[in-house]
């Protein structure tokens, strides 16, 4: 696989922002697999007791960077549920909804798919250390995965906006907490000065959206090569939204699929200051990437209030499933497309809904209004959501 610049499609280093800005992105080489021999091959790998195929990422080997086995640090991540949501298509307003809960990674978000890609890199390359910026999730994901593979990690994380949950897992595993004051733009901005000659493993990573773009071959899969209307998902720094997008487009490219889905990308009204601290990123570093993304997929882009998310929370709390505040979003989204001018998702519509982070990785975040007297659920009272 080669790797060249996002924006201008010069060649570039997978770990390093191009000149002009873009970002590196592998590019997939074409197989000698057919359509159905590739899916006969992952299906088996799926049921083989082979470690390394325990990973719903690395049973796609062929379409990841190659990485020598020895150097592959897993555990046992991508193997994530697609529920069914009736009550959720109801309160959405379409026929058919489902989740793809990546909050049930190894440490508790969709991260996990991107972190083991890229700590492997990082091994193989003979690194000591890695670091990154974060909210929390990337954070807690890059420690568990650096203790696995014997590296030192570092996370620089704003001041008092990641949860208790988080933190006590950079520090369960081992990372070094840099805080600082401000946003994850600010933690992000010094990255650089606070600590030198480590691998940075944030989205600007490329091997990152290689891991994490096996979700789309998740939903795939689970649904047999059966592609949704629609995929909806919460975005904060967006490497998610381009890791899906080209995960899709690397399934219609091989054949595996004979059409693309739209995406609608949700995001939080109030930016940095939402309750939804996973998706408090007020400049995105994959704005580029994502946007092309959303023109490629004929896809939207909204936001939504925090009331909305945490009313959308605790529904889908309701059924069992539970999520972080920020997977919300993407319920929320749903809802507010329905309801917006334009009919943009139709009543008829096949949706699948990413949730991309655990219940208990904010459980400190009150779920929904309620009414003063008894438990049921209320919906927010003037609400507005912005389409764009």
Known sequence: MRVECSDCGAVADPLEICRCGGLPEFVLEPLRLDPVGL??????????????????V???????PAIPAEAIVSLAEGNVPLYD??????????DRLAYLHLGMNPTGSFKDLGMTVAISAAKASGARSVVCASTGNTASSMAAYAARAGLAAYAIVPRGRVSDAKLAQMREYGAELIEVDGS????????????????????????????????????????????????????????????????????????LIDKLPRLALVRAALGV???ASAIAVGNPKSRSRASRALERFNGVELT????AILDAKARIGREGIGCE????????????????????????????????????????????????????????????????
């Open 39 to 56: 899916r006969r091959l992952v299906r088996e790998r799926r049921a083989s007791y082979e470690p390394l195929f325990a990973s719903g």
């Open 58 to 64: 690395w049973r796609w080997r062929e379409l990841l």
């Open 85 to 94: 949501s009736a009550p959720g298509a109801r309160f959405a307003g379409v």
């Open 184 to 255: 994850f733009d600010d933690a992000f901005a010094s990255l650089k000065h606070h600590v030198r000659d480590a691998v940075v493993v944030n989205s600007v990573n490329a091997y990152r959206i290689e891991g994490q773009k096996c979700a789309a071959f998740a939903i795939l899969e689970a649904r047999q090569w059966n592609v949704p209307d629609w995929i909806v998902l919460p975005g904060g720094n967006l490497g998610n939204i381009s890791a899906i997008a080209k995960g899709l487009r690397e399934a219609l490219a091989l054949g």
């Open 273 to 275: 200051d939402t309750t």
């Open 304 to 307: 939504v209030s925090d009331e």
């Open 325 to 388: 505040p920020a997977s919300a979003a993407s319920l929320a989204g749903i809802r507010a497309l329905r309801q917006a001018q334009g009919d943009t998702i139709s009543a008829d519509a096949d949706v699948v809904a990413i949730l991309t982070g655990h219940i208990l990785k904010d459980a400190r975040v009150p779920s929904a209004l309620r009414q003063a007297q008894g438990d049921s659920l209320v919906a927010p009272q003037g609400d507005s959501y912005a389409v764009a």
